[in-house]
């Protein structure tokens, strides 16, 4: 499997010399190393090589060890790490491949081994049920970023420009760097919070938010399964207090860094409790009660940074040192698969009701008859 996903990383990677100008981000461009980046192609290709001809060595079935060596071979017989880039490569639309490639790289260099080491549930595979509907969805909305960050950032310019005073906006902008961080975490939690409630409360809305309460099995890689409409409306509704008041770009870059991390956190299939921190930040045991498929948190922990709007509002579930028995929606009414998934707050629902009337069945006990 390694050798499959390395071999297809690194042929997507090659891809990304042959066509920068569609495939990469002219913003990331800028920042990273050319010489790092032909130096990890180069490494991903090789350890497709090793981890594939590995498999054919120990494995009875060839298929998985035959294609990561087949993509590796495809990668390297186009040029490999060193295909040369013209320069300067022009700006124009473009998927964000590298965007995708690097993040996965970086995520799952912190992620794999930490919830490996500090695993809450230590028989969790890396590749459980459902990896892969996970893995589109963070190739997705990765690929589409110039289209998710526009659709996010236009609506307030357009909707809001009227709410904007040059005098508010540099008040806010002089103020210090931690407060203005602080505020912009208040203000961006509020925005969410009430934007999930609704995304739970109206029924429209939870057919596309229940994509991601549909997964089981929860870890880093599940902090991706949203529906592409839920991504964009909560960020451009998110955006819009930030945009009026006029936060400097300092604080609100280190709220972007801030919430990408903290969001697969919540995630994460880790044990951290955080001791008494969990009052003050989501935590990965509060957000997991979250998407708890149990009766008692039946719509609870909708904040994404700060539980003290949860206790605030009354929908705070945080049970000593508990953690949810099982995850997923009730009936799971969801289908397991990318465009499926896509598809299916627009296709007519064979489960109608809103989640206020979702049913409140009780843990069922293990089947003990025989
Ligand atoms: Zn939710
Ligand atoms: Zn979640």
Do not use: K
């Given at each position: 499997?390694?050798?499959?996903?390395?071999?297809?990383?690194?042929?997507a990677a090659?891809?990304?010399?042959?066509?920068?100008?569609?495939?990469?981000?002219?913003?990331?461009?800028?920042?990273?190393d050319m010489t790092l980046i032909r130096g990890l192609i180069k490494a991903g290709l090789l350890a497709a090589f090793l981890c594939g001809t590995a498999s054919l060595l120990l494995k009875r079935r060839k298929a998985l060890g035959l294609t990561g060596i087949g993509l590796a071979g495809l990668a390297t017989l186009m040029g490999g790490s060193q295909v040369e880039v013209s320069t300067p490569v022009r700006a124009?639309?473009?998927?964000?491949?590298?965007?995708?490639?690097?993040?996965?790289?970086?995520?799952?260099?912190?992620?794999?081994?930490?919830?490996?080491l500090f695993a809450r549930l230590p028989a969790q595979r890396v590749f459980r049920k459902g990896w892969t509907t996970d893995l589109a969805h963070f190739g997705v909305s990765h690929l589409l970023v110039q289209a998710t960050v526009l659709l996010t950032l236009v609506p307030a310019a357009v909707f809001f420009r009227w709410a904007v005073s040059p005098t508010l906006q540099s008040a806010i902008a002089g103020q210090p760097v931690l407060?203005?961080?602080?505020?912009?975490?208040?203000?961006?939690d509020l925005t969410q919070y009430t934007t999930h409630r609704l995304f739970h409360a109206v029924p429209w809305l939870w057919r596309f938010h229940q994509v991601h309460h549909s997964a089981q099995c929860l870890d880093w890689l599940a902090a991706s399964r949203l529906h592409l409409v839920d991504i964009v409306v909560t960020r451009a509704v998110g955006f819009?207090?930030?945009?009026?008041?006029?936060?400097?770009?300092?604080?609100?870059?280190?709220?972007?860094?801030?919430?990408?991390?903290?969001?697969?956190?919540?995630?994460a299939n880790v044990n951290f409790r955080f001791g008494?921190?969990?009052?003050?930040?989501?935590?990965?045991?509060?957000?997991?009660w979250h998407h708890s498929a149990e009766s008692e948190a039946l719509d609870k922990n909708f904040a994404v940074h700060l539980p003290v709007i949860d206790l605030v509002f009354g929908t705070f579930h945080l049970p000593g040192n508990r953690w949810p028995a099982r995850y997923g929606l009730e009936g799971d009414p969801v289908p397991e698969n990318y465009a499926r998934q896509l598809a299916y707050p627009f296709r007519p629902s064979a489960h109608p009701r809103s989640p206020a009337i979702r049913p409140a069945t009780p843990n069922t006990p293990p089947n003990t008859a025989s």
């Open positions: 499997m390694l050798s499959v996903l390395l071999g297809a990383a690194g042929l090659v891809l990304c010399l042959w066509f920068p100008s569609v495939l990469t981000t002219p913003e990331l461009r800028e920042i990273y124009s639309d473009h998927l964000g491949l590298d965007w995708f490639l690097l993040n996965l790289l970086i995520l799952a260099t912190v992620f794999v081994p930490l919830e490996h407060l203005q961080f602080a505020e912009i975490l208040v203000i961006a819009v207090p930030v945009y009026v008041l006029g936060f400097a770009t300092g604080p609100t870059y280190a709220y972007l860094v801030f919430v990408s991390f903290q969001a697969i956190l919540i995630h008494p921190l969990r009052w003050v930040l989501a935590t990965p045991q509060f957000h997991h």
